[in-house]
C-alpha cells in the first residue's frame, strides 16, 4: 500500500485517509482526488464508520493542485472535463463529519481541501496559504468562498491578494482552524477527537453537520426554520430517546446510529 497515492486505515469508528505522495509535498492530481474521492465515499457508505480524518505528512498536508500537470492544460481541457467540480467537489456530498488533520504545509488546494473539511485541527507549525496569484491562477476549489466565510473579508483578501501564509496561531485567531495542538501530539489530538465524535450517535451528526452548513447557504430565517424541522425529526430517532433516557438513568447512551 505504500506506492498508492492514499493509504486508507480504520480504528474503531474512525475512518482515516492520508495523502501519499511525501516527494512532492502531496501536490494534489487527478490519482490523488479520484482515490481521495473513492475513499470518501466509501467511508461514508459505511455503517461501522462515524467520522473520517483526512491527514498528510509532517511536512505537508497538501501543497496544492499539482502545478507540473497543470501546466499542460488548455482552457478547452480543464472546461470540457470540469476540472474540480470532477472529482475535487466529492467531498461535499460527505454527509458524516470530516477532519482535517494539518501538519506542515496546507498550499492553494491543500488549504481549500482542508477548508473543505468539517472540522481542522492543526499542528503548531502548520502554515495555511492561497499563493495561486503567484502563478497567474486563483483558488478555485472554493477558497475564494469558503475563506471569507471563515475568516472575513478583509483577511482574506489579504491571504489571497499577498499570497501571505498564515501560521497556525493566526489561522486560530482568525477562525480559519478549529483547534491548534503540538506537532507530536497532532495524529493522536485528531484521532482522539475524531473517536470521541463518532461515539455519538451518527444520524443525530448527519443532521447537525447539514444545519450547521446551512447558515452558509440560507438567509436566517430559512436556516432556523431547518434547524427546528431536523430538531423535531430527532424525537423520531431511537437515539435521541436512548440518548435523553440515558441521562435520566445515570449511565452511557447505546447508539444504534438511527
Ligand atoms: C507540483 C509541487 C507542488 C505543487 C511542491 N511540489 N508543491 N509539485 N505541484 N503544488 C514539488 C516541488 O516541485 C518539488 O519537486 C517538491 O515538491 C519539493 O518542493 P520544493 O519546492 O523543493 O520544497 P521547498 O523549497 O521546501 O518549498 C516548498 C513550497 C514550494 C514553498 C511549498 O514547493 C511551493 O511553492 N510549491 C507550490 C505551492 C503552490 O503554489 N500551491 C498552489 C498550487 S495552485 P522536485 O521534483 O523539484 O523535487 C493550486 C490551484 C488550486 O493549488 C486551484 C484549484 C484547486
Request: aromatic residues 6%; neutral net charge; proline residues 3%.
Amino acid at each position: 500500500m505504500q506506492d498508492h497515492v492514499i493509504i486508507t486505515a480504520r480504528e474503531n469508528r474512525v475512518g482515516i485517509i492520508t495523502l501519499n505522495r511525501p516527494k512532492v509535498l502531496n501536490a494534489l492530481n487527478d490519482e490523488v482526488m479520484n482515490a481521495l474521492g473513492a475513499a470518501l465515499t466509501a467511508f461514508d457508505a459505511d455503517d461501522s464508520i462515524g467520522v473520517i480524518v483526512i491527514e498528510g505528512s509532517s511536512r505537508a498536508f497538501a501543497a496544492g493542485a499539482d502545478i507540473a500537470v497543470m501546466a499542460n492544460w488548455s482552457y478547452s481541457d480543464v472546461y470540457s472535463s470540469n476540472f474540480i467540480t470532477r472529482n475535487w467537489e466529492t467531498i461535499r456530498q460527505v454527509r458524516k463529519p470530516v477532519i482535517a488533520s494539518v501538519a506542515g504545509l496546507a498550499l492553494g488546494g491543500g488549504c481549500e481541501l482542508a477548508l473543505s473539511c468539517d472540522i481542522i485541527v492543526a499542528g503548531r507549525g502548520a502554515k495555511f496559504g492561497l499563493p495561486e496569484i503567484k502563478l497567474g491562477l486563483l483558488p478555485g476549489a472554493g477558497g475564494t468562498q469558503r475563506l471569507p466565510r471563515a475568516i472575513g473579508k478583509a483577511k482574506a483578501m489579504d491571504m489571497c491578494l499577498s499570497a501571505r501564509m498564515l501560521d497556525a496561531e493566526e489561522a486560530d485567531r482568525y477562525g480559519l482552524v478549529s483547534r491548534v495542538v503540538d506537532d507530536a501530539s497532532l495524529r493522536e489530538e485528531a484521532l482522539a477527537l475524531a473517536a470521541s465524535v463518532a461515539s455519538f450517535s451518527a444520524s443525530a451528526l448527519m443532521a447537525l453537520k447539514e444545519c450547521v452548513n446551512r447558515a452558509f447557504e440560507s438567509p436566517l430565517a430559512e436556516g432556523i426554520l431547518f434547524e427546528r424541522r431536523e430538531l423535531h425529526a430527532r424525537f423520531a430517532t431511537p437515539d435521541a430517546h436512548e440518548g435523553m433516557r440515558a441521562f435520566m438513568e445515570k449511565r452511557r447512551p447505546v447508539f444504534e446510529h438511527r
